[in-house]
């Protein structure tokens, strides 16, 4: 398996649900971000947490962090036909020395379809 | 203020031939990154420069491939001669800080298609 697992591979919703997509990972990190990617465009950046947060919120858009469980899960609340992308979690991993670059490592993505 | 920006956005070339790949990172921002996607596999990083030098290159995938920053602004990334297997999607980010936690910014990526 690959640091930075995500599921499920595909969500189909309708405008107005919630959608929740999950992330794992294998080595100690020093941060987690998620990206999201519409169909023939570039990665965005959504949200970064960093290792020693548990929870991050940004618009309708919620993170978590487990660092004992190493897993992360993205909530993006009351979505709508728009959000319709490929969604991504990355991770920084961190080195003995405790610090760390913008080295990415990805998982293969989720493709969530917001249907009107 | 700009964001980053990639070109060609599309290439189609035989196998064996050669292309190159151009990235132009936020004005400032020292750190610069190629990843590549390949059809139905995750994003992989290939290397980082740190201005004009190369921090990490541990995912080059051969001697084919060569990346060059010249003067920490632009990079270019080659592949010469260009296999099959080489098709995907290349994506260029750039950030600021070195240490610690920074946000990447990417470009919208170069598709190359080789035939």
């Known amino acids: 398996s690959q640091q930075g697992e995500e599921d499920p591979q595909a969500l189909s919703i309708q405008e107005g649900e919630n959608a929740t997509m999950n992330c794992s990972y294998k080595t100690s990190i020093n941060n987690l971000q998620w990206y999201r990617q519409n169909s023939g465009r570039g990665l965005v950046h959504l949200i970064l947490?960093?290792?020693?947060?548990r929870e991050k919120h940004s618009g309708r858009l919620r993170v978590t962090l487990d660092t004992s469980k190493k897993s992360s899960s993205l909530l993006i609340t009351a979505s709508r036909a728009a959000d319709t992308a490929s969604y991504f979690c990355?991770?920084?991993?961190?080195?003995?020395?405790?610090?760390?670059?913008?080295?990415?490592?990805f998982g293969q993505g989720t493709i969530l379809t917001v249907h009107p | 203020e700009a964001g980053v920006t990639q070109f060609p956005s599309h290439s189609v070339i035989e196998k064996g031939q050669t292309v190159t790949l151009r990235c132009d990172p936020i004005s400032g921002h020292d750190n610069l990154y190629w990843y590549r996607r390949v059809m139905g596999k995750e994003i992989k990083f290939l290397l980082h420069?740190?201005?004009?030098?190369?921090?990490?290159e541990s995912g080059m995938p051969n001697n084919r491939f060569l990346a060059e920053r010249t003067g920490g602004t632009y990079s270019t990334l080659k592949v010469q001669p260009a296999e099959l297997e080489d098709s995907g999607v290349y994506f260029c980010?750039?950030?600021?800080?070195?240490?610690?936690?920074?946000?990447?910014?990417f470009g919208q990526g170069t598709r190359l298609t080789v035939v």
């Open positions: 990355a991770t920084v991993l961190a080195n003995a020395g405790g610090t760390s670059y913008g080295k990415l490592t």
């Open positions: 420069f740190v201005k004009e030098s190369k921090q990490d």
């Open positions: 980010a750039s950030s600021q800080a070195w240490e610690g936690v920074s946000e990447a910014f």
């Open positions: 947490i960093r290792s020693n947060e």
